[in-house]
């Protein structure tokens, strides 16, 4: 049987999904809302906002669409997965109900449930609102620095803070509390600092069994050598060489198995991806956040190491059925740099022509803030364009990497050049 799938979503994660789908055999027609011009490379575009579930069940219904996959966090916890298992429980949704959001939804749920499950996670203490001021400042002198501040929900990806001194977090605070980060940080979490190396797990599952698709790790900061503004990801590498089976083996042990184990206790239905940020300290990790969603720009590396079929992979999920599921992964390395409008991730300008995107010929593109201007696509976001190049090693993939993202450009394009540098050494 073959699917007809849409894909929610418009940035760089949802053109890696859209790209890997569209290799599926078990694929007939694949559609994006809303999309973007490279993802109408491999996919069929309509503009509908995500957050109109109305419109969206419209368009589903006159497709005849069978797969629906939901890419970004805002729709699954707004409850695109609970309106679809009412209005069209046929339909295979890949993506948590609003109580599986809340994992990503609320950083206080997800660190309760850690807590409630005996996942390794920093310590912390949640507080909410002014009142609770003077309480949070003396758990704050309880710490040792850097402190660890994180607004409860959304915030695009910007709503954690990492400061040095008790002063700056003491102001901070009060910020947050007075809406530094809109309701977000209505209620802060205040955390333990762990210190170590990032890495982002991703897990498919169906709420009984999971898949563990290629690690990776991200490149936050927007300056080279991890310095300046948090960004929403300025690259990745994939695999991650202190990513041991040793290592894996106890990710799997000590993460993943309690996290799928405690949503079936807690009764959360929850079919669809789980990325799992940690921290490698000292050999053990520990859990930094969950997200209910791919990460990006790690997804756009993460695809490119993908050789089994995806879209089965999603139908069994979806069905209950990922048991009899297998995942072939291949052992190239995936390095991946982001080029952003210049001024991100604060203010910048849009609406400039993007050149020489046809003349890549050693790397995959994927867009990530692209639009069509009459007839030139042009950029329309922060992070404008994600390429991924492979090797054989950490070398290899980060040069043919480099001299792609250099026949490119566009007024005021930046991008980092360190993307794996720190692992270089590690791979040796």
Known sequence: MTHNVVIIGSGGR???????????????????????????????????????????????????IDVMVVGPENPLV??????????????????????????????????????RHSIPTARFKSFTSEKDYDAACQFLKE?????VLKADGLAAGKGVLILDSLAEAEAELKEMFAGKFGSASSTVVIEEYLSGIELSVFVLTDGKDYLILPEAKDYKRIGEGDTG????????????????EEFMKKVEERVIIPTINGLKSDNIDYKGFIFIGLMNCNSDPYVIEYN?????????????????????????????????EKIEISEDQALTVIAVSGGYPESYDKGFEIKGL???????????????????????????????????????????????????????????????????????
Request: hydrophobic letters at 35%.
């Open 14 to 64: 949802e053109h890696a999904l859209a790209w890997k789908i569209s290799q599926s055999k078990i694929l007939n027609k694949l559609y994006a809302l809303p999309g973007n011009p490279g993802i109408g490379n491999v996919a069929e575009l309509e503009n509908i906002n995500p957050s109109d579930f109305a419109k969206v069940e419209e368009f589903i219904r006159a497709k005849d």
């Open 229 to 244: 503004l948090n960004t929403g990801g300025m690259g990745a590498v994939s695999p991650v060489p202190f990513a041991t």
């Open 292 to 324: 209910v969603r791919m990460g990006d720009p790690e997804t756009e590396a993460v695809m490119t190491r993908i050789e089994s079929d995806l879209l089965q992979h999603l139908v069994s999920a979806a069905k209950g059925e990922l048991a009899s």
């Open 358 to 428: 046809e003349s890549l010929t050693n790397a995959t593109l994927f867009h990530s803030g692209t639009k069509e201007i009459d007839g030139k696509i042009c950029t329309s976001g922060g992070r404008v364009l994600a390429i991924t190049a492979k090797g054989n090693d950490i070398f290899e993939a980060k040069k043919r990497c480099f001299e792609e993202v250099s026949k490119i450009s566009f007024d005021k394009m930046y991008y980092r050049r360190d993307i794996g540098d720190d692992l270089i050494s590690l791979s040796k």
């Open 78 to 115: 707004e409850g695109i997965s609970d309106y679809f298992a009412e209005k069209m429980p046929q339909l295979l949704v890949i993506g948590p109900k609003s109580k599986g959001a809340q994992l990503e939804g609320s950083k206080q749920f997800a660190k309760e449930f850690m807590e």
């Open 143 to 147: 710490l040792k620095p850097p402190y």
